[in-house]
């Protein structure tokens, strides 16, 4: 549900209107983009392996982060610096592969649904036991609350090394399964995840292969060790219940599921992203094993750009339309959200004015955001049409090139197949992402 802000109201009883600007400025969508926080890191920091490269072969000015690309800025921020600005340029590399440290702390912390105030959960060891035909005292109630910790415990340590094993599959080329349909990559060059890479930040001087690999080996192997400890202390914990089924655990299993839902979308959403770089990584490197001449790698560089551009600003207007559709329903009463109260028109005594007031106040704040909706939309739609006229010059310069008669520009075949693979993945990578996005917004949305 979108919030607003209350801080909006009249300054006479005898204004008839409020002020627009005013009203845009405090306005707030604290949640339009909340499913973003976790995504956007990782998105951005995925930026350069999809179409800049950090490999020794190459060159110079194709090394490191670029400085431009493209992000849009959420709504809300959007409208708290009261104007539409267009695409950000800036990448921030933050984010980080959560360690075992970091999932560690995520097991210690007992979730809601587990804890003893949680009423679902007490009928739902109440029933449990009541049909197992088993006493339903105070000490069973809590062995089996414990029994269900350690469960949910086991299922987030298996969720988290899939994505860990992931991790170690890219890094030993294990990722692309060869099919008939799928070219036969011969580059034997493992493809490190860039997460990894910014955690470690490797010494050049020291094997940065066996770094990586030793690296999550390790944590795949603390992962096992922690995945034993607590199945052994599942075991202990339901041998000594009396009565204690695998029934009984289906049940809890399937309970905590529901729960866990969203971190595994989160992390199968990862792993794809993880198998998208890869291949986006393995073209790039059968590109370059072609010996492409510095022309060549530019304008394999540029038109991987401007896809990522022209595909971004694409899927991003057909969020914001997703979300505009949702805050715009007519099942959005105005009266549910938090703009609607607003406490100099709530202080007003007298009914017929406050009334009277607040009809107004309701018709000035929905202009408001159907104003704000409408620019933020001519806004992207501009920057959509913008990169989509950019990477349509791009290729174009792919095909003269591909056409030419001079040895310094001409690109073969095989060049020319070899990136619009790689546009095609690009493409992909950034439809998983706004695909996820969308699930996620439609999952906020119900809650």
Request: proline content about 2%; glycine content about 0%; some cysteine.
């Amino acid at each position: 549900m979108a919030e607003f802000n209350s801080n909006c109201s009249t300054t006479s009883d005898q204004d008839d209107s409020i002020d627009i600007q005013q009203l845009m400025e405090d306005i707030d969508f604290d949640n339009v983009y909340s499913m973003e926080q976790e995504i956007n890191e990782y998105e951005t920091d995925q930026f350069n392996i999809m179409y800049n490269t950090d490999d020794d072969d190459d060159d110079d000015d194709d090394n490191g982060t670029i400085e431009k690309s493209v992000t849009l800025k959420p709504i809300e921020e959007q409208i708290k610096s009261e104007k539409l600005n267009p695409l950000s340029t800036t990448i921030v590399n933050t984010k980080k592969p959560m360690t075992l440290k970091y999932i560690q702390d995520e097991i210690e912390k007992i979730p809601d649904y587990l804890m003893k105030r949680n009423k679902v959960f007490k009928q739902l060891i109440y029933e449990t036991l009541t049909t197992m035909s088993i006493s339903t005292s105070t000490n069973n109630m809590e062995d089996l609350r414990k029994i269900a910790i350690s469960i949910y415990k086991i299922m987030v340590i298996q969720t988290y090394q899939l994505l860990w094993a992931a991790y170690l599959k890219s890094g030993m080329r294990q990722l692309i399964i060869p099919s008939k349909t799928q070219r036969a990559y011969s580059t034997m060059l493992p493809i490190w995840p860039k997460e990894i890479k910014l955690l470690l930040q490797a010494d050049k001087h020291v094997n940065e292969n066996e770094t990586y690999f030793n690296f999550i080996n390790a944590q795949l192997h603390e992962l096992d060790d922690q995945l034993k400890q607590n199945q052994m202390k599942l075991n202990i914990k339901a041998n000594h219940f009396q009565g204690y089924t695998l029934s009984i655990q289906n049940i809890i299993e399937t309970y905590i599921e529901q729960h866990l839902h969203c971190l595994r979308m989160e992390i199968e959403h990862k792993i794809e992203l993880i198998q998208y770089d890869y291949h986006i990584q393995i073209l790039k490197l059968e590109y370059l094993r072609h010996k492409p001449n510095t022309f060549q790698k530019q304008l394999m560089k540029e038109l991987c750009h401007s896809k990522y551009e022209q595909e971004t600003t694409e899927q991003e207007v057909n969020l914001l339309k997703q979300q505009i559709t949702y805050y715009t329903s007519t099942n959005q009463s105005f009266e549910c959200l938090p703009i609607a109260h607003n406490s100099l028109i709530d202080s007003i005594q007298n009914s017929q004015i406050r009334q009277q007031l607040f009809l107004q106040y309701k018709d000035v704040a929905k202009q408001s955001r159907a104003k704000i909706f409408a620019l933020y939309m001519k806004t992207a739609k501009e920057q959509r049409d913008e990169y989509k006229n950019k990477h349509e010059i791009n290729l174009k310069k792919m095909w003269d090139a591909y056409n030419s008669t001079s040895d310094n520009d001409k690109i073969s075949s095989t060049m020319l197949d070899l990136m619009h693979q790689r546009c095609m993945k690009i493409s992909e990578y950034i439809k998983c992402i706004y695909k996820f996005k969308s699930q996620s917004f439609v999952s906020n949305s119900k809650s």
